[in-house]
């Protein structure tokens, strides 16, 4: 087994057996090599998406954890959220420029969990349909621009 498959198996292990709050995977979901996961994140309580249930699908590559896994929202319930795009594709900083092998998949997705719970109105980032339209397949290959929200 490689060092990447070590690292995954295990993290694997961590979530199935003490899954966050509102994360949830199941073993059986997950491709043999284990390169592709499918994971359920819930909408905490008192939040604008409290009680939704949504699909992020991770993929990783031989790098993982010196490069980031792919990571977008899968499936007929895809957020609608300002970093959001109507593909599933998720602009979050750790993804991209952000990311350290110290991150896991559980920190990616109780980030993402708190970029939902911290949303104040649900709506699509301003770019949508033209980044739809032009991006890359694969969400790693983006080139993002972060913005402050606080503005």
Known sequence: ???????????LSQLVNEPPVG??????????DLRVWQITVEGATNTLYE???FTLQFRFDEQYPFTSPEVIFT????????HVYSNGHICLS???????????VQAVCLSILSMLSSCKEKKRP??????????????NKTRWWFHDDTV
């Open 94 to 104: 750790i993804l991209t420029d952000d990311w350290t092998p110290a991150l896991s």
């Open 23 to 32: 994360v949830s995977i199941s073993e059986e979901n997950t491709a043999p």
């Open 75 to 82: 499936g007929d319930n895809i957020p609608v959220h300002p």
């Open 1 to 11: 087994m490689d060092a990447y498959q070590r690292r995954l198996a295990k993290e």
């Open 51 to 53: 009680g939704e249930k």
């Open 126 to 139: 301003p770019d949508n349909a033209f980044y739809v339209r032009t991006c890359s397949k694969s969400p």
